[in-house]
């Protein structure tokens, strides 16, 4: 008896992506009809344009579009998306030279249900298009207007173009914004360099569902315009900033803690707090679980210890170039990290081997660690090794002490591990990037981008999931690039960027046994003759993504070739 059709969408969407539907749909007609019903998220690039229409019918409860690495005409494609009839709830347009006002007027005639928008890195964004976004989408609940690209706002001398203030992001544009979007939930004001505490004043005064704030890099809102905000907005999770304590700490902000009773997650990088900042956060007893103090200064161990004996139940911690911190300083604080599953110690240079090892045995519910930049390769291992199979994730770069024992060890005690980024550790070599791939057999993601030891990497097993592999700048050659090539067959990026050892001989046993292959990076791989892209790109269809050697460029009738092939080759 045949399965019932609910009975494969509830099964199919255990699947954690989109992209693992693709073979899926290749079984049958049945499962390509439902694997179409079932996709709600679509990316959208330059060789994306020519099958748009085509996409928008076949799967017709996208609720997610994102434009990525795409140069055509924005509102073009917006029109064109109006007229589609999705039930389109979120919309990123981040990243575009000009900010598609005519493309968005058009999707809200037709679609005003969207709830998420995603303008940032976006140019020439001025007050007049917030207020177009809050009258386009009243029911937005999540909107991202961060770092706005403003480079032409300003004369040769630095100074701020008089005529060009019209076209930046103030107060207005934020007030205007705020009074049409009542059920505003999230916003991130980051980089708009023009905004005050006003603009705080109209989010907390309007928006009384808003739950988090994002405002690094806003010069002129004040610690008085935080506090304010912590203050009157109640339903405050979230909020991110930094330059905080320049040149001191304002009394009201200290004591506006005490009033953010729902904050759940605190980011305060690049600030000059104090010891007693961190304590009236401590005794604020907050619902905290997520706290950044990257790259910050002027606290100390005593002030650390306190907060975070207030605060067990940390999930997420980042104390990122807290450079008092050593081995027995992260013995001390481990027994307050019973509940984290993220930390970040990278920039602390006195963190040796015994903190890496100690924090696995002692932390049981740790899957990510980062400790890029410390002093990882120095001094023993603690005698009591703990296995531990909830890490999933090890980020070691920029380690020069850093060796294969120490490789050897960290496979044993995460035999679970899926992503290891060694970038830049001169004293691996691949004997200890094999044991590490031996061991453990989910890895998905590698990268050894200039690794100076690794000079091959030639496998005599499989890699069934490795999907990701960063090999910049190694001296792998054709032999071992085949062998990449037949061991992992679910390979979908590679990066080989100045690998000068490899030929076209070593690309060809990559594209003929990696069926899944999405992007490949080519750059200053100088023996590949630029001839042989075409054959790449017609022999394997999923490839999206090429770069190509440098000095080789494409001619137009070559760029639409590929483009009308779906994949963007891109100069090297």
Not at 76 to 95: A, F
Not at 134 to 155: A, K, M, Q, R, T
Not at 193 to 210: E, G, H, K, W
């Amino acid at each position: 008896m045949e399965l019932p059709e609910e009975c494969w969408e509830s099964i199919f969407s255990f699947l954690e992506r989109h992209r693992y539907f693709e073979p899926l749909s290749l079984v049958c007609k049945r499962f390509l009809s439902i694997t179409n019903h079932l996709r709600r998220s679509l990316t959208i690039t330059d060789p994306t344009l020519e099958s748009l229409p085509h996409l928008l019918l076949r799967f017709p409860n996208l609720t997610t579009i994102a434009f990525r690495d795409f140069h055509g005409n924005l509102d073009s494609v917006l029109s064109l998306i109006s007229q589609s009839g999705l039930p389109l709830t979120s919309l990123d347009v981040s990243c575009h030279k000009c900010f598609p006002l005519l493309g968005l007027k058009c999707l809200a005639s037709k679609i005003r249900i969207l709830t998420e928008l995603n303008c940032s890195n976006i140019g020439s964004l001025k007050d007049s298009d917030l207020i177009e976004i809050g009258n386009c989408f009243p029911s937005l609940e999540v909107v991202d207007i961060s770092y706005p690209d403003h480079g032409c706002g300003f004369s040769p001398n630095g100074s701020l173009d008089s005529k060009s203030f019209s076209g930046l992001v103030t107060d207005y544009g934020i007030l205007g914004l705020a009074s049409s979007l009542r059920r505003l939930r999230k916003i991130d004001l980051s980089g708009n360099t023009f905004i005050t505490d006003q603009a705080l004043v109209s989010l907390s005064s309007n928006c009384m569902f808003l739950t988090e704030i994002g405002i690094r890099d806003c010069d002129f809102i004040t610690q008085n315009g935080i506090a304010l905000a912590i203050r009157k907005t109640g339903n405050l999770k979230s909020i991110f900033m930094n330059g905080i304590g320049i040149p001191s700490i304002d009394v009201c902000f200290l004591g506006s803690f005490s009033y953010a009773r729902s904050l759940c997650e605190l980011d305060l990088s690049n600030s000059f707090i104090s010891d007693e900042l961190l304590c009236l956060v401590a005794e604020a007893n907050l619902p905290l679980n997520k706290l950044v103090l990257s790259r910050c200064f002027c606290f100390t161990f005593d002030g650390i210890y306190f907060l975070l004996s207030k605060y067990q139940s940390l999930a997420y911690l980042d104390l990122e170039g807290a450079n008092f911190l050593n081995d027995e300083s992260i013995i001390e604080l481990a027994k307050f990290f019973g509940n984290l599953t993220f930390i970040n110690l990278s920039l602390c240079s006195k963190l040796t081997n015994s903190t890496l090892f100690n924090l696995m045995g002692n932390c049981p519910l740790l899957t990510i660690i980062n400790m890029e930049r410390t002093n990882l390769g120095v001094e023993a291992f603690p005698a009591a090794i703990v296995v531990n199979p909830r890490v999933k994730s090890l980020h070691l770069g920029w380690n020069n002490n850093l060796n294969d024992e120490c490789m050897k060890m960290a496979s044993y005690v995460c035999p679970n591990l899926e992503v290891l980024d060694v970038t830049y550790c001169s004293d691996i070599t691949e004997e200890g990037i094999l044991e590490v791939l031996k061991s453990c057999v989910q890895i998905r993601c590698l990268e050894i981008s200039r690794c100076q030891g690794v000079n091959n990497l030639e496998l005599d097993f499989e890699l069934p999931k490795l999907e990701v592999l960063q090999a910049e700048g190694l001296a792998i050659n054709d032999e071992g690039l085949a062998s990449i090539g037949k061991r992992c067959g679910r390979l979908s990026r590679l990066n080989l960027e100045g690998c000068l050892n490899v030929t076209a001989r070593g690309v060809e046993g990559v594209i003929v046994n990696c069926k899944a292959l999405k992007e490949m990076n080519l750059r200053w791989c100088n023996n590949v003759s630029v001839d042989i892209v075409a054959w790449m790109v017609l022999s394997r269809p999923s490839l999206r993504k090429i770069t190509l050697p440098c000095g080789s460029v494409p001619t137009a009738n070559q760029r639409n070739f590929f483009l009308r092939h779906g994949c963007l080759v891109c100069q090297g």
